[in-house]
T-cell receptor, first 115, second 115 residues
Framework: AQSVAQPEDQVNVAEGNPLTVKCTYSVSGNPYLFWYVQYPNRGLQFLLKYITGDNLVKGSYGFEAEFNKSQTSFHLKKPSALVSDSALYFCAVRDGPGSARQLTFGSGTQLTVLP | EAQVTQNPRYLITVTGKKLTVTCSQNMNHEYMSWYRQDPGLGLRQIYYSMNVEVTDKGDVPEGYKVSRKEKRNFPLILESPSPNQTSLYFC??????????????FGEGSRLTVL
């Protein structure tokens, strides 16, 4: 069985400071990992993914995520937060190759960037 | 513009009154799916379709029906809605390749309230 956990419901950070949104996962094989962002009254948008290769993955809007196999984590990061980054962020995981049907989403983390 | 369009965006109905939420995509995607989003639970998959006339249950299919008669459309049908189906619903689509890598395009959501 696969699962994903986002331990923080809410993250607050000051504009210009670095931000981290945490995600841990559990799979039996090799994980496929994803981050999606949901702006108010909008659908989810794909940010980035890790399938294989470099542990540091770069995505849209200056976001990046670091895959750490030993800690089973895939934390989302950005060096300098913007107020416009305020949104709901979802981590998702799949146990190896397959289809999007098999994605498991976390419960989401609300990021608020304070001016 | 590439998009996934859901209608209605907002709906208040009463228990037992059949309703349909439509979903249409203009990207010629093979894969389509419905999710519901509830606070603290993230996104849970209701039904998905790998192609025309091919549909299958997701994690929470009870009380829902779908059909895929055309490639672009994937309506979600609630034959007899109940209050526990009050939720925010998202339709998503993907190409065959995108489905294999987990990159989904989401609609803007339909907020349903069942009284």
């Amino acid at each position: 069985a696969q699962s994903v956990a986002q331990p923080e419901d809410q993250v607050n950070v000051a504009e210009g400071n670095p931000l981290t949104v945490k995600c841990t996962y559990s799979v039996s094989g090799n994980p496929y990992l994803f981050w999606y962002v949901q702006y108010p009254n909008r659908g989810l948008q794909f940010l980035l993914k890790y399938i294989t290769g470099d542990n540091l993955v770069k995505g849209s809007y200056g976001f990046e995520a670091e895959f750490n196999k030993s800690q089973t984590s895939f934390h989302l990061k950005k060096p300098s937060a913007l107020v416009s980054d305020s949104a709901l962020y979802f981590c998702a995981v799949r146990d190896g190759p397959g289809s999007a049907r098999q994605l498991t989403f976390g419960s989401g983390t609300q990021l608020t960037v304070l001016p | 513009e590439a998009q996934v369009t859901q209608n209605p965006r907002y709906l208040i109905t009463v228990t037992g009154k059949k309703l349909t939420v439509t979903c249409s995509q203009n990207m010629n995607h093979e894969y389509m799916s419905w999710y519901r989003q509830d606070p603290g639970l993230g996104l849970r998959q209701i039904y998905y379709s790998m192609n025309v006339e091919v549909t299958d249950k997701g994690d929470v299919p009870e009380g829902y029906k779908v059909s895929r008669k055309e490639k672009r459309n994937f309506p979600l049908i609630l034959e007899s809605p109940s209050p526990n189906q009050t939720s925010l619903y998202f339709c998503a689509s993907s190409s065959r390749q995108g489905a294999n890598t987990g990159e989904l395009f989401f609609g803007e959501g339909s907020r349903l309230t069942v009284l």
